[in-house]
């Protein structure tokens, strides 16, 4: 197991193979392993170790026999000791053969004569096999034990910069150039040895460049034997007369890996950038999808499964189980799998996702598509509790209205029905009818009550279906201003030529009777609230007109939403604009509050006029 962190999230990362029966776990022997975990490069080791070594040889020549065969393989022994333990099991290796070669050639003067064969290369050569073997093991199993204790930074995908082509192409060129050159170099020999390192290392250069660093070190070890052996007195032997030779060579060497190191890192370096890039410029789609509205768990990884290809899924853990809650793309039998652990209840599994989606881009997307999750599931909270509040304030309406707006006239009746039902006063005419005209006002307001309470409710609900035809505005107004008090105060204008309006006549009557209502109940005794019709291209406007004190322009938008009321002393409770606001938009109208001139409020009702084209009896639902 191994994690990595995004912003504040612990993020787990395991890959595995396959699930056994029952739920999911990592496949065993399919762990993923950090980069670092394997030591540091050997682009890093290697020139460092050559150094170092090139020091040792360096101190066991000037010292000339002071230093003896085991001082110098000590000291080769704590060169490799010291390296191994700290690179990847693939320089330890070379590591150890240029060890056995500084050995072998600075154990005793003349010095840089490589006798390979003898007791000395022979304990030599044990020594530093079992120094360079205990050690890497060594370091391996120290990696692994911090590892278990320290989570490291998962990155399944690390590029060398290099491809396989460029390196068989650079091994190649060794191995092609080097007996080439040495062939032409033999025929037009050169009196200096500098020449002769100089156009070797063009070759180790150009070897390098194309294949990276493994063919450049392989070509600057191959180049050092051809030119100690064929150019470097005495010839055809590994020993070196000259000192001045011997240290041209050792130095051509390291500087042959130095180069090696500089251009396989720089293309590291290349590779890491780009892959940088490219995640960069994944992600900036993800924030623009997210940005854009598509913010569900499912658009995250479909974003995903679009980019970078393969499947992936977001999984939930459910009364012990895992729950999957939203996914994308089609899984590729046999591919490895790796999931991202959130939080102990959320994972993201990936599979078959192209080389493009690195470890760290593939948690950005996990902490986005669980951040997407709980974004969802807080708006479906938000929205429960809205409809809660909404529901509670309906209530507190509804207790309210029951209270006050249907005890009053309720109580108004039952007394009236009372006084005339008592046997031991004797009532008047006149008095008999104030008080049947009482009941009848009463019941009349109860009627408008519950009627707009009802209708009320079929809004909410969704189930009204208007019945749309040709509906003629001067038949329908006069209608609604039955059982409206004061109804004969109404000013109802409308032109002869007025077209016929697209509706349904039930429900505009209820339209009117609410504003007329309003529209009676808010204006002065001296000046007359009216309705106003006139033609405006397909539509007809219909303004319904009152001189009272008018409303707020903050507040009419607020009119005409369910229970307000400006006035808590005003009767009523607060539906009938409400109403009048669903049923207008219901049949394909509009309604809105503007200033009356010289005060009071105008409530504009626009619906749509019947065409020319279409039949005067329209008699269906459009």
């Not at 360079?132 to 391996?140: E, M, T, Y």
């Not at 990936?350 to 593939?362: D, I, M, R, Y």
């Not at 307000?564 to 049923?583: H, M, N, Q, T, W």
Request: aromatic share 4%; glycine share 8%; proline share 6%.
């Amino acid at each position: 197991m191994a994690s990595t962190m995004t912003g504040s999230r612990h993020l787990v990362a395991w890959s595995r193979g396959s699930y056994g029966p029952r739920g999911y776990g990592p496949h065993r022997g399919s762990r993923v392993r950090s980069p670092w975990r394997r030591g540091l490069p050997a682009p890093y080791v290697l020139p460092a170790g050559f150094a170092a070594l090139l020091a040792v040889g360096t101190v066991a020549a000037g010292l000339h026999g002071r230093l003896d065969a085991t001082g110098v393989l000590i000291c080769c022994a704590i060169v490799v000791g010291a390296l191994a333990p700290v690179s990847e099991p693939t320089a330890a290796a070379p590591l150890a053969v240029i060890a056995w070669l500084t050995a072998v050639g600075f154990s005793r003067p003349p010095y840089a004569d490589l006798r390979l064969t003898g007791e000395v290369a022979s304990r030599a050569a044990i020594t530093l096999a079992a120094t360079a073997f205990a050690a890497a093991i060594a370091g391996a199993v120290v990696r692994q034990w911090s590892a278990r204790v320290k989570l490291e930074t998962v990155d399944r995908r690390r590029e060398s910069g290099i491809d396989l082509r460029r390196q068989l192409a650079g091994g190649a060129i060794a191995a092609v150039g080097l007996p080439a050159l040495t062939a032409v170099l033999s025929v037009f020999r050169s009196p200096d040895l500098s020449d002769d390192l100089l156009i070797y290392l063009v070759l180790v250069v150009a070897a390098t460049v194309v294949g990276g660093f493994w063919p450049g070190v392989l070509a600057a070890v191959a180049a050092c034997l051809l030119l100690n052996w064929y150019f470097t007195v005495p010839l055809h032997t590994f020993t070196i007369a000259e000192p001045r030779n011997l240290l041209a060579l050792v130095l051509f060497v390291t500087v042959a890996v130095a180069v090696s190191s500089v251009v396989h890192l720089a293309a590291r370096r290349e590779a890491d950038a780009s892959r940088s890039a490219r995640e960069t410029e994944s992600l900036l789609g993800l924030a623009q999808t997210v940005l854009g509205g598509a913010d569900t768990p499912a658009d995250v990884l479909d974003h995903l499964t679009s980019s970078h290809g393969g499947h992936a899924q977001l999984l939930e853990r459910v009364s012990g189980r895992w729950i999957m809650v939203a996914s994308s793309g089609a899984p590729e039998p046999g591919a490895s799998t790796l999931r991202f652990e959130v939080r102990p209840d959320l994972a993201l599994e990936v599979n078959g996702q192209a080389a493009s989606a690195t470890t760290s881009l593939l948690a950005g997307y996990t902490a986005q598509a669980v951040a997407a999750l709980d974004r969802a599931r807080l708006r479906t909270q938000a929205a429960q509790a809205e409809a809660l509040a909404e529901g509670d304030r309906m209530r507190t309406a509804l207790l309210r209205a029951v209270s006050h707006d249907l005890r009053t006239p309720l109580a108004s009746i039952k007394a009236s029905v009372s006084s005339l039902r008592q046997t031991d006063v004797s009532w008047s005419p006149e008095d008999e009818a104030e008080l049947l005209a009482n009941i009848e006002q009463n019941a009349d307001r109860l009627d408008a009550l519950v009627g707009n309470l009802l209708d009320m409710s079929r809004l909410q609900a969704g189930s009204l279906a208007p019945f749309l035809r040709a509906t003629a505005i001067d038949e329908v107004a006069p209608v609604a201003l039955r059982g409206l008090d004061d109804s004969d105060q109404m000013l109802i204008v409308v032109p002869d030529d007025l077209p016929l309006v697209r509706a349904d006549p039930g429900l505009l009557e209820r339209v009117f009777a609410n504003l007329f209502s309003n529209a009676l109940r808010h204006s002065p005794p001296d000046q007359r609230p009216s309705l106003r019709a006139r033609e405006d291209g397909d539509r007809v406007i219909l303004d319904v007109i009152d001189h009272g004190c008018g409303v707020p322009a903050d507040l009419k938008e607020r009119i005409f939403e369910p229970f307000a009321r400006l006035d808590e002393r005003s009767p009523g409770v607060g539906l009938g604009l409400a109403v009048a606001k669903g049923f207008a938009e219901a049949m394909g109208g509009a309604i809105v509050a503007i200033d009356t001139p010289r005060g009071g409020l105008t409530v504009r009702v626009t619906m749509p006029a019947l065409t020319s084209d279409v039949p005067a009896a329209l008699g269906a639902d459009q």
